[in-house]
């Protein structure tokens, strides 16, 4: 995501390879049969449902004829008011966390394990990566089975434990722990994947110096590995936590997020509660209030924390 | 099976004794962990309900092959795989053709505005579809494009524009200029040279940027949920939580559903591996 960087980088390339090139009528033709199908597109689908998202969110519409019940800021007033909203907020929140303090440093000790010389490195990569490939909606379906109580692997275990059955997803408590561990089993094998790509970008020479200078594995982990990843691992946040905060498809097979609406996220509750009741101001704040996070974020990080990348 | 580089490598040796070992067993835990929810659907597939609660995760002491008969031999599977590739290969189509249409213009041409559409197409990195989904609904709706797989495609190709542009249009300018000019001096406008200079030199990044995009429609979900109707369009997605819906008593058929569902991902994945890891990851580095 480096918008900013090729921006800048432009400038200087442009003016030295093309200054002798005006724009010609062969050139003008291109621009207007080559640019206006992805513009028109991008304006219609894109563009314009964002902006009447904004202006939605002042109404209180429920999708026939015009928006015309002008309501202010109430919509955002009775969204953080409602503690099933502000549920599925924190719920977000704890998935970001929980991406950000497990899943990566796992992904990234099962890719410094497999880039070594390792039999199986192939194997082992492949698997990993493999949940990733597989829909959400089908990731969510077969862990509905796996931590059914009746059926699946919880249902064996407290068998085997000669407990009574225990259902995990009905467990108001513990219910978006599910969420976690499919969020886990699906995507830790995209974040090792890049991180893999990063390590076979670092020069062995540097390691091999190190070694050879007597700094030992952690040392050479911490002191070299670690910041030249850094490009990797920035790029591998900003992954997660806009991935945590779009995150739908999961929930809706796996919990749909019940129980007693303790394992929403921000999306499912727009699609519960916004759009299946056709509350489209409502809903429309809510895409807002996504919006504005996952901007704010994209940008902040973008300008801070991946400026040098 | 080791990396070839590694034999070569100036230190050649393998970490030795017990750390290689348990390094090792720690990674074959985990591939099993990752591996056993894909074996355990596929193999419950084949049990009868009561040997399923009995027995969850043993092998099936009676294959029921008729659990999987039933949907192989029914239009239902078919109907639905059938839709999303249909669905998936017009998006990609489309992705490929509106995409790099555009990256050239961006890559070639400096006319006035050009700095600011590039940077308008690339609004769309900043967020995900979810945040637009309420006024995208009305906005289909309005077009007439409920229920149809336009109301699919065209949306999940405008959303993927911001992504593949930028791909495509970088790939385009690590192209020699002098190509440009040579082709350019010989009389051949911008539209040849598109065609029989640019595309054909570019087949690894549409091939990443296909990948991407393909992957995305097979395995959409929230578009398809709020756009159709008919269960008769339903992309595979819609119709393995329409198929749960309607057995959700019956888990072994369902898992068998599954089962056959993810099962051309899976081939495809297990074929064309390096290509799909290879998109997918440098995908996302790019941008």
């Not at chain 1, 002008?70 to 503690?83: D, R, T, V």
């Not at chain 1, 010389?117 to 990731?139: C, E, K």
């Not at chain 2, 750390?19 to 084949?46: D, S, Y």
């Amino acid at each position: 995501m480096t918008v900013a960087t090729y921006a800048e980088a432009q400038p200087a390339a442009t003016a030295y390879t093309e200054p002798a090139r005006r724009m010609t009528l062969n050139g003008w033709a291109t621009v207007v049969v080559f640019l206006p199908p992805a513009l028109l597109l991008f304006t219609v689908f894109v563009f314009l449902p964002i902006a009447e998202a904004g202006w939605y969110g002042f109404f209180n519409w429920n999708g026939y004829g015009r928006p015309e019940k002008f309501i202010g800021l109430k919509n955002y007033g009775y969204l953080f008011s409602n503690p099933t909203f502000t549920r599925s907020l924190i719920n977000n929140g704890v998935i970001i966390v929980f991406s950000l303090v497990i899943q990566l440093p796992l992904a990234l000790a099962v890719a410094v394990m497999i880039a070594g010389r390792l039999v199986g490195a192939v194997w082992f990569r492949m698997i990993f990566f493999l949940p990733y490939v597989l829909a959400d909606v089908a990731a969510g379906v077969i862990w509905h089975f796996m931590l059914d109580g009746d059926y699946g692997l919880a249902g064996a275990i407290t068998t085997a434990l000669g407990a009574p059955p225990y259902f995990l997803l009905a467990d108001k408590t513990w219910a978006f722990s599910a969420v976690l561990i499919v969020v886990l089993w699906k995507y830790f094998g995209f974040h090792m994947m890049l991180y893999i790509a990063g390590l076979q970008g670092i020069d062995p020479a540097l390691l091999e110096a190190a070694e050879m200078d007597g700094a030992s594995p952690f040392q050479r982990f911490w002191h070299i590995t670690l910041p030249l990843l850094g490009p990797m691992i920035r790029l591998s946040v900003f992954f997660s936590v806009i991935g945590a905060l779009q995150l739908f498809d999961i929930i809706v097979p796996l919990t749909g997020g019940g129980p007693f609406e303790s394992t929403n996220t921000m999306v499912s509750f727009l699609y519960y509660f916004g759009l299946t009741r056709m509350r489209i101001g409502f809903s429309s704040a809510v895409g807002v209030v996504l919006f504005i996070i996952c901007v704010t974020f994209a940008f902040g990080y973008q300008r801070i924390v991946m400026r040098d990348d | 099976m080791t990396d070839g580089a590694d034999a070569i490598r100036p230190s050649g040796r393998r970490p030795g004794g017990l750390a290689a070992i348990v390094t090792f067993g720690a990674l074959v835990v985990m591939a099993g962990l990752v591996l056993f929810p894909v074996f355990a659907t596929a193999l419950n597939g084949f049990k009868d309900l009561s040997e399923l609660r009995t027995n969850p995760f043993g092998l099936p002491r009676v294959w029921m092959w008729s659990n999987y008969w039933s949907i192989l031999t029914g239009y239902r599977y078919w109907q639905v795989l059938g839709n999303s590739l249909l669905i998936a290969l017009f998006t990609v189509a489309l992705t490929l053709i509106v995409s790099s249409m555009a990256a050239f213009t961006f890559a070639h041409l400096r006319f006035f505005g050009d700095r600011f559409l590039l940077s308008y197409i690339q609004l769309g990195l900043l967020f995900p579809v979810a945040t637009a989904i309420v006024p995208l609904f009305i906005k289909i709706r309005g077009l007439g494009l409920l229920d149809s797989y336009w109301g699919i495609i065209l949306p999940q190709v405008a959303f993927s524009l911001a992504m593949s542009v930028l791909l495509i249009r970088n790939a385009f300018k690590q192209l020699p200029s002098e190509l440009l000019d040579a082709a350019m001096m010989d009389g051949c406008g911008y539209f040849r040279y598109f065609i029989y200079v640019t595309l054909p030199l570019s087949g690894p990044i549409l091939s990443t940027v296909a990948v991407i995009s393909f992957v995305g429609s097979w395995n959409g979900y929230l578009l398809p949920l709020i756009v159709l109707n008919s269960e008769s369009r339903y992309p595979w997605t819609l119709g393995l939580m329409a198929y749960q819906g309607q057995y959700m008593t019956s888990w072994q058929l369902v898992l068998a559903f599954i089962t056959l569902t993810i099962l051309p991902a899976i081939i495809m994945f297990l074929m064309a591996q390096r290509y799909i890891v290879a998109g997918l990851t440098a995908g996302a580095i790019k941008a």
